[in-house]
């Protein structure tokens, strides 16, 4: 993505989420600028779920420090399995346009793959671009596939990733895999 890109994106955070969260939001993607990855601040869901942006460079080795075992890739538009493969992660990539909501089937396959490694004692981190919309989006799934509302499975991540921002289809789509379940 071009730098002219990354800061009209930020301004969009600014915008319609206000001082506090774009700070929060710019803070993040600086970090992940420098280190590669992400914060466990900002990232860590839970224990064993994390979310966020997409790792960089170093960042692949930086999950390996974190304890991270897999991987969910939810950008269309890069995919890094050898990379994930010589790290010794697992790795899943369920390629979903940027602003765009996964498909049902896509969510079923991410929530069992997260459900699996976390049930083995692995830990997963979930990402897009920059760890607002699809890859929370997945997170928010698979909160609901272990008993939440989706309005709870996005405030639980909320509380960790104050500025995750899902579009209008990625909401309606939690709601109907809720739904579903």
């Not at 790290?87 to 979903?96: A, F, G, I, V």
């Not at 909501?101 to 049930?119: M, N, Q, S, Y």
């Not at 709870?152 to 995750?164: D, L, M, Q, S, T």
Request: glycine letters at 10%; aromatic letters at 12%.
């Amino acid at each position: 993505m071009s730098f002219t890109t990354e800061l009209r994106r930020l301004y969009l955070h600014f915008k319609y989420q206000g001082f506090r969260k774009g700070m929060l939001a710019a803070y993040d993607k600086l970090a992940r600028l420098w280190t590669g990855g992400p914060l466990a601040r900002y990232a860590a869901v839970t224990d064993s779920l994390w979310i966020g942006g997409q790792p960089r460079g170093t960042g692949i080795g930086t999950l390996r420090k974190n304890g991270i075992t897999a991987v969910v890739n939810m950008r269309r538009e890069y995919d890094y399995a050898e990379l994930a493969r010589l790290h010794e992660l697992k790795y899943l990539r369920l390629p979903t346009d940027d602003q765009g909501a996964p498909g049902l089937e896509d969510l079923k396959t991410g929530v069992e793959f997260v459900r699996r490694e976390i049930e083995s004692g692995g830990k997963v981190y979930i990402h897009c671009w920059e760890g607002i919309g699809r890859s929370a989006t997945m997170a928010a799934a698979y909160f609901v596939s272990r008993g939440c509302k989706p309005l709870e499975a996005w405030e639980k991540i909320r509380k960790v990733r104050k500025f995750i921002r899902p579009t209008l289809p990625q909401i309606e789509r939690v709601d109907e895999f809720y739904h579903m379940m």
